[in-house]
């Protein structure tokens, strides 16, 4: 028997992520049409031995439990939600949960952190695991990265010849390994031993000495756990050549979002929209694959979708509208003749006619082999806005005629002009 764990933090992670976490908590975030933790969902659903699925965050209850009551309805298996008293870092809200992970006897749990996008290979991960033995305490998924790249993830140094991990650090300051970890784990539940151990040394440090304002069963398992048991022959290391992200910045759900809908075609191609028009919605307009549309949004027959756009519920395209590489969020309307590229056009947001709302794609470079998502902050040296995707907050109202470019748009906003690489507060 298997379980998973899927851990979310809480609002007040995903700062990056805004304005849209501001009306949406970022793991709820919709990328090709689902919420961005229910394709983890989809992934360990797929497993046969797997019998529960742990949701674990800070996140008030009101804000997640309409998604896990749908999701249980949905799946044929138990999913909760387990709300931490404060924030207690990876392996701290595992082990304040050790007993819901440890209940009915897992053979080993899957921990997967909330904000990775990937072609989750986890049967292939488990087996690997399972060949290891029973010394094996850990299994972690990682990828290659470029050098300068690799310092902004957890470096793994490994032998060749076993896959043991002999060295850990996060983030280092300087090169250590272009391997990188992908934050998606197998532990044998005897792990809880080593987190205890740890557990207790903070316990013990943190009466002895205080921990500033962090709690005491506040544990990074990266830092805390996995480092120190690497070249114990506890840490192994699954290495992959799937495509794998990370979700930290709005323009990240938009490469996210294009390489989930790329998947649909093996594994799901009912939630795409054939060019015929067959699929789960049946748009008579003009498709360019690959792109996921709402059964219950309208779509005018001259619109023009295409390729790597998703579009949600309810939402209504009027005649003319081209919108590509991109992503239409809930109730949105994009009136005639609008052109919206490279941008996400936030909840019951309305885009005027004849309107061009385009952004800047910030992909990883073509010609650098396993080159990962840049997330450039916010602003350059110079105090400039770094050209970034377009994004609409909720209820923003963009006039007729205008043109909204590399720009940033808080929710509740009735723009009345054009605006370029500014953030509209």
Known sequence: ????????????????????????????????????????????????????????GFYPPSQIEPFINEVNHQYNIN?????????????????????????????????MNGDVCADFPLEELY????????????????????????????????????????HYVEKPSSYVSALINCGIYVFSPEVFQAIGEAFNMKQQDYYRNG????????????????????????????????????????????????????????????????????GDAKPTCHIIPDVHIHPTATIHRTAVLGPNVSIGKDVVIGPGVRIRESIVLANAVIDDHSLVLHSIIGRNSRIGKWTRVEGTPSDPDPNKPFAKMENPPLFNNDGRLNPSITILGCYVSVPS?????????????????????????
């Open 401 to 425: 005629e205008t043109i909204l470019l590399n720009s940033i748009v808080l929710p509740n906003k009735e723009l009345s002009r054009s605006f370029k690489n500014e953030i509209i507060l």
């Open 211 to 278: 921990n500033g304002n962090k709690e005491a069963g506040y544990i990074q398992l990266e830092q805390e756990i996995i480092g120190p048991l690497a070249g114990t022959g506890k840490v192994y290391t699954f290495q992959v050549t799937n495509w794998w992200s990370q979700l930290k910045t709005a323009g990240s759900a938009i490469y996210a979002n294009r390489h989930y809908l790329q998947l649909y075609r093996t594994k799901h191609p009912e939630k795409l929209c054939s060019i015929d028009g067959s």
């Open 1 to 56: 028997m298997l379980k998973a764990v899927i851990l979310i933090g809480g609002p007040q992670k995903g700062t990056r992520f805004r304005p849209l976490s501001l009306d949406i908590p970022k793991p709820l975030f919709p990328v090709a049409g689902l919420p961005l933790i229910q394709h983890h969902i989809e992934a360990c659903v797929s497993l046969k031995d797997l019998r529960e699925i742990l949701i674990i």
């Open 79 to 111: 999913i909760r939600y387990l709300q931490e008293f404060t924030a207690l870092g990876t392996a701290g809200g595992l082990y304040h949960f050790r007993d819901q992970i440890r209940f009915g006897n897992p053979d080993a749990f899957f921990v």
């Open 127 to 166: 087996e690997f695991h399972k060949t290891k033995g029973s010394n094996a305490l850990v299994t972690v998924m990682s990828t290659e990265a470029t050098r300068q790249q690799s310092l902004n993830y957890g470096c793994l140094v490994t032998n060749k010849a076993t896959q043991e991990v002999m």
